[in-house]
């Protein structure tokens, strides 16, 4: 079982109680069909945990396959900057069909973000580092595949679905 090489700390987006007494992190690509459909699994496995989970989303694009993986990462990030990174994440993968440029733009000015500085920080890269220390904490991690999930620091190699998933939470809240 391989272990998170880089440890959750403030420069996470994270979602729920920060000291919660388990942390569950996914590493995902917003052009990957497996992460879109983990997506409303795991917005159904924090609202069944509630304070008892911690949720930590990584960029791991996989730009060999998904043309728009990196962008939609980097404009994520944007919104991060923004104080908007968990409504651009979930509108990112709820309109994964349509990745790409115009769709950010599109998001960015519903979230009341400047589209315009959005396209000027895709063009300069503005965010590739960030999006880039993820990725290479996933590979430190073994990260070889979207999503990836650690739970405590341990990665889950059971199924994605909610069953599993709670299954494996539930096992790391009895171990404490």
């Not at 709820?94 to 895709?122: H, I, P, V, Y």
Request: with cysteine.
């Amino acid at each position: 079982m391989s272990e998170l090489d880089m440890p959750v700390s403030g420069r996470d987006h994270t979602q729920g109680n920060n000291h919660a007494p388990v942390t569950l992190v996914e590493y995902g690509d917003y052009e990957c069909p497996h992460c879109r459909a983990a997506h409303p699994v795991i917005k159904r496995v924090e609202r069944h945990f509630g304070e008892r989970l911690c949720f930590v989303f990584r960029n791991f694009p996989l730009t060999q396959i998904h043309a728009n993986a990196q962008s939609a990462a980097e404009t994520a990030e944007f919104a991060a900057s923004e104080g908007k990174f968990w409504e651009m994440h979930d509108l990112l993968f709820e309109n994964q069909e349509r990745l790409g440029d115009d769709l950010f733009a599109e998001l960015a000015t519903q979230l009341g973000l400047d589209a315009t500085k959005l396209r000027e920080s895709l063009e300069n890269g503005s965010y590739t580092s960030r999006v880039r220390n993820d990725f290479t904490g996933g590979v430190r991690s073994g990260v070889n595949g979207t999503p990836t999930f650690f739970i405590n620091g341990q990665r889950h190699n059971g199924p994605a679905d909610f069953e599993h998933l709670v299954k494996a939470i539930e096992a790391a809240l009895a171990a404490q």
